[in-house]
């Protein structure tokens, strides 16, 4: 009995001992698959993102995050699936593609100017800096012309104690050869009162048009009478209501104390302007198309207005040695200029040269007149000249006695 005891209790101590070991066994073999499943894991995981980074495993933790672990994947048996990560393409370095060569995509430069060519030099104001950027434009293509320019903002003929131009122009002028024309923009920033010595006139004042209609017929005969070819470019229309009406009564004034000079006055007005003669922005260009004109602070150009600005002038510069058409001279006066000491005037100068405000213009008005009386009858009194017996305006016929 006892020996039966003892087998049983030795039987029942080894199973129990196998049973140990096969548990042992099974949990050793779970977490090796549970190690692989979590490897397998990490590596899909590498493929889909390889910045990804993977921890260690954490059974319980992973299970609690996942709804269930790797035992829980072998068996297929997961209470919340895990959203799969989509794959992110990586991105590759971006190549720089040079650009295929295209030729009209190059920029041509104007042909170099010939040795011999002639030089048209600006002079003026902000307007004359405007009128040289046309120009080069213009000239761009012809190596037979130069476009150069003396440009000072601010600059004008109402006030010489900064700048006297009649001084200024010649001396600049000496730093070129071949001038070809002169080209004279100013008048926008004399839109202030004249100094005189003492006097002071108000803008716009009759006394104001007098004096700075005679500082500009100096300044034309001044560089008229070195031999230059010199043109006078008007103003053309503001947006400013107020500037513009400025404008006007200096463009006129221009023109009134130019002409009697040998210079000439180019009027730009009527180009930048509507069929009233009103302000606008928008135009013709030199191709005929439509298209902006003026900057938006509605006094200056843009390069396209430039352009035109200076065409208007561009057909009296002489070219190929030609010689710029000469205009009508008439007679200068100069009413109480500087040229006149006592004031009284006028001083009239039957020549474009300076006259000697000390010499005697006619000792006596009747020596002057034509000694023919038919003649003075037809040029002074401006009477008709007889017709001749028969023809048509022959009234003579009329008359009782001669019938």
Do not use: C
């Not at 003396?150 to 001084?167: A, E, K, Q, R, V």
């Amino acid at each position: 009995m006892g020996m039966v005891l003892n087998h049983s209790t030795l039987w029942a101590g080894t199973l129990a001992v196998s049973v140990k070991v096969f548990f042992a066994l099974l949990i050793a073999l779970v977490v090796a698959m549970l190690a692989q499943v979590t490897d397998v894991q990490a590596q899909s995981w590498r493929d889909d993102d390889p910045s990804a980074i993977i921890l260690p495993a954490q059974p319980d933790a992973g299970t609690r995050r996942s709804g269930g672990g790797g035992l829980f994947r072998i068996f297929r048996f997961e209470p919340q699936r895990q959203r799969q990560r989509q794959r992110q393409p990586q991105r590759q370095a971006e190549r720089v593609i040079a650009p295929a060569f295209d030729p009209e995509a190059l920029i041509d430069l104007p042909p170099p100017k010939d040795p011999d060519a002639i030089t048209v030099v600006t002079l003026g104001d902000e307007f004359a800096d405007q009128m040289r950027e046309g120009l080069v434009d213009r000239f761009a293509d012809d190596p037979l012309i130069d476009a150069q320019g003396i440009s000072i903002s601010g600059s004008g003929l109402t006030d010489f104690s900064d700048l006297n131009w009649n001084i200024e122009a010649l001396r600049r002028l000496d730093e070129y050869t071949q001038v070809g024309a002169v080209v004279v923009a100013v008048g926008y920033s004399d839109r202030r009162p004249l100094v005189e010595g003492e006097r002071r006139f108000a803008f716009g004042t009759q006394g104001w048009i007098d004096a700075y209609s005679n500082r500009i017929t100096s300044f034309a005969l001044t560089l008229t009478s070195e031999g230059y070819t010199v043109i006078f470019a008007g103003l053309p229309p503001m947006a400013d209501p107020l500037i513009d009406r400025d404008v006007r009564l200096i463009n006129q004034v221009l023109q009134d104390a130019v002409g009697p000079t040998r210079a000439r006055f180019v009027s730009v007005y009527e180009g930048f302007a509507d069929i009233e003669g009103n302000y606008v922005s928008v135009g013709p260009n030199m191709a005929g198309v439509v298209e902006d004109l003026r900057q938006p602070d509605g006094i200056f150009f843009n390069r396209a207005g430039r352009e035109k600005y200076a065409h208007f002038v561009e057909r009296f510069i002489p070219r190929d040695g030609q010689e710029a058409p000469e205009p009508e001279v008439a007679t200068i006066v100069f009413e109480g200029s500087s040229l006149s000491e006592d004031g009284i005037g006028p001083v009239l100068l039957m020549t474009s040269g300076f006259a000697d405000p000390t010499g005697v213009l006619a000792s006596d008005a009747s020596d002057a007149l034509p000694r023919d009386l038919a003649v003075r009858s037809r040029l002074v009194l401006g009477r008709d000249l007889p017709a001749p017996s028969g023809r048509a305006d022959d009234f003579r016929w009329t008359d009782p006695a001669l019938r």
